[in-house]
């Protein structure tokens, strides 16, 4: 085992935690989140929705099983240029801190340990501190500015982690097609779906492409007037969905066209907005595998492919800061899906128009992904189905 360098978790309202650094020796700051999942921390930490952020894993053990990377310490790209094990080809996160770190992983698809990874990305992490103290801390006090700093690193303040539109940092620069594999009978022409990317996670694109559709990936503030399209789908992505005002402008007029528009995440948060609902900032936010999320039963007949009677509670991956006002839907619109933690909404739908989105994760890497059905909904919808 190396030796260790000290370093130190410092919270905006003076709280430290001592322990010792790992990955890139350099102080960050971030805002400081947690999520309850167990595994997944490749995807996690390449995830755009952490853009930013200081992510504290709850489970203990971190790192037992490396990293699945190239010799170089790089992603491993599919034929399409998709990254086959991240949701996007490098550590989004600003920095990891872990109870435990296992410096010696064992998984046949191990490439590099945690350690080493971080390192090679340019992230900072720290392990040996008491994360239940924190996690317990940040529920009660909410998320907050914090910093991470290495013993003898320079310092930085809690201010130079704040990203003014993280959005459009981690939003692809153009557009770009992506054409579906094919699978057994598909159609002659297959379904062209519009992807406005505000930093989706790359399982959306490999849940759409293995579906044999064509997705055409646009930027969060194209406004779309120049694509041809069968249905509309809004990704994940970080920040404060009331900062996407060119992607909310683009999908009120979206709702002109009539298409099928279905949203996930930021999706659902734009969705609403454009809608003409409010948004606001939950204290610590939902991320983890295992968020429990019920159906509601539908007010008003549901829309082509809608809502299955409702009723059913699902376990859901989640990764979000912000939620849907739900008593500010207008007219026409219901929520859909409940978090059953915390009575969050979960989901939202228009009555009589093909337009729905979801807060959590259907195609969650990690998962799980009891609700990928939902994909498939959406492009019954696209079909006339």
């Not at 996690?44 to 929705?49: A, C, K």
């Not at 040996?128 to 013993?151: H, Q, Y």
């Not at 490999?206 to 997705?215: A, T, Y």
Request: glycine share 12%.
């Amino acid at each position: 085992m190396k030796a260790a360098r000290n370093a130190k978790l410092i919270l905006a309202d003076g709280t430290e935690f001592a322990g010792f650094s790992f990955g890139s020796p350099r102080s960050q700051a971030g805002e400081v989140v947690f999520t309850t999942g167990m595994a997944g921390y490749p995807q996690s930490l390449t995830d755009p929705s952490f853009k930013g952020q200081i992510l504290v894993a709850t489970y203990p053990l971190q790192g037992n099983y490396g990293v699945p990377v190239d010799k170089k310490g790089d992603a491993i790209l599919d034929d399409d240029g998709i990254p086959k094990h991240f949701e996007s080809s490098h550590v989004q996160a600003a920095g990891f801190v872990v109870s435990e770190l296992c410096e010696a992983p064992s998984h046949w698809e191990n490439g590099a340990s945690l350690d080493a990874w971080l390192l090679h990305n340019n992230t900072p992490g720290i392990y040996g501190i008491d994360t239940r103290a924190l996690t317990k801390l940040l529920r009660e006090e909410g998320s907050m500015p914090g910093k991470i700093l290495v013993e003898g690193s320079d310092d930085v303040s809690f201010e130079s982690g704040i990203l003014n539109h993280p959005v459009a940092e981690v939003s692809p620069k153009e557009t770009k097609v992506f054409h579906g594999k094919t699978v057994g009978a598909q159609l002659a022409v297959p379904l062209k779906i519009a992807l406005i990317d505000c930093g989706a996670k790359a399982n959306i694109y490999r849940c759409l492409l293995n579906r044999s559709v064509e997705v055409i990936s646009v930027p969060w503030n194209h406004d779309l007037s120049d694509i041809e399209y069968d249905g509309l789908f809004l990704s994940n992505g970080p920040g404060d969905p009331k900062a996407c005002n060119k992607t909310i402008a683009t999908v009120r007029k979206a709702f002109s066209r009539g298409k099928p528009i279905f949203g996930i995440c930021l999706g659902n948060q734009i969705m609403a907005l454009a809608a003409g609902a409010d948004t606001y900032k939950l204290p610590y936010g939902h991320r983890g595998q295992n968020q429990p999320c019920v159906e509601l039963p539908p007010h008003s007949p549901p829309a082509s492919g809608g809502g299955s009677g409702g009723g059913r509670c699902y376990i859901t991956s989640q990764n979000h800061g912000y939620a849907v006002r739900e008593d500010s839907l207008p007219a026409g619109w219901e929520p859909w899906f409940v978090n059953n933690n915390d009575n969050t909404n979960e989901g939202i739908r228009c009555v009589n128009k093909p337009f729905s989105a979801v807060q959590f994760h259907p195609e969650g890497c990690p998962g799980p992904r009891d609700t990928e059905f939902l994909i498939d909904r959406f492009l019954m919808q696209c079909r006339g189905e």
